[in-house]
């Protein structure tokens, strides 16, 4: 098993561009959460999936889209980059309780 | 507002010394005490989690102290390794399915382990 992958591991945008950061579990969970970590902040909520074709705001989802056509994938949008978005994304999926995490993805927007 | 307040942002512990930090809430309704751990350019993975019915939970060299009526949980690592090195955070989530299994994380506590 992969457990939850994202792809890509880094990128860098420019002001204004858009991007999709992939995530995928096989682990068959229902419930998938995407996260961004900025220093001193821990990890805070951007959306969250509890099934496929469900999302939901987190506690900061602005600037940020999702969508879960299939259960085992989890996409988070950009639609036009702000230097502000600059972080490191993390997926995670949970059946319930224990929720496992992605590897991240760094993502800088200049 | 912050659910989940975690203490210190830092800490500096020597080899074979116990590393404690610290994590307090406010929301009574939380039922579920996790702990991960995350090593730099990874992602959080699970350590030790504990439920409120239980005050402490003990895995390896890994324990949780949980304080009901203060609100607050502790992570003690005994006997620090230079490979426990790493960032450690605290989260609580409420039970539930109107809550969705939604996590609050602390701020988390980088542990330097000198050897």
């Known amino acids: 098993n992969a457990g939850v992958t994202q792809t890509p591991k880094f990128r860098v945008l420019k002001t204004g561009q858009s991007m999709t950061l992939l995530c995928a579990q096989d682990m068959n969970h229902e419930y998938m959460y995407w996260y961004r970590q900025d220093p001193g902040m821990g990890l805070r909520l951007i959306h969250y999936?509890?099934?496929?074709?469900?999302?939901a705001k987190g506690e900061v989802p602005d600037g940020y889209n999702v969508s879960r056509l299939k259960k085992q994938n989890f996409l988070l949008g950009l639609e036009s980059a702000a230097p502000s978005q600059t972080s490191v994304y993390f997926c995670?999926?949970?059946?319930?309780?224990?929720?496992?995490f992605g590897p991240g993805t760094r993502l800088t927007v200049t | 507002q912050q659910q989940v307040k975690q203490s210190p942002q830092s800490l500096i512990v020597q080899k074979g010394g116990i590393s404690i930090i610290n994590c307090a809430y406010e929301n009574t309704a939380f039922d579920y005490f996790p702990w991960y751990q995350q090593f730099p350019g990874k992602g959080p993975a699970l350590l030790i989690a504990i439920r409120p019915d239980v005050s402490e939970k003990k895995e390896g060299r890994f324990t949780i102290s949980f304080n009901k009526s203060a609100k607050q949980f502790s992570l003690h690592i005994m006997d620090s390794q230079p490979g426990d090195s790493a960032t450690y955070f605290c989260a609580a989530s409420m039970g539930g399915v109107d809550n969705f299994n939604k996590f609050y994380f602390g701020s988390g506590t980088k542990l330097n382990v000198k050897p």
């Open positions: 999936s509890v099934g496929e074709g469900t999302t």
């Open positions: 995670a999926s949970s059946p319930w309780h224990e929720q496992y």
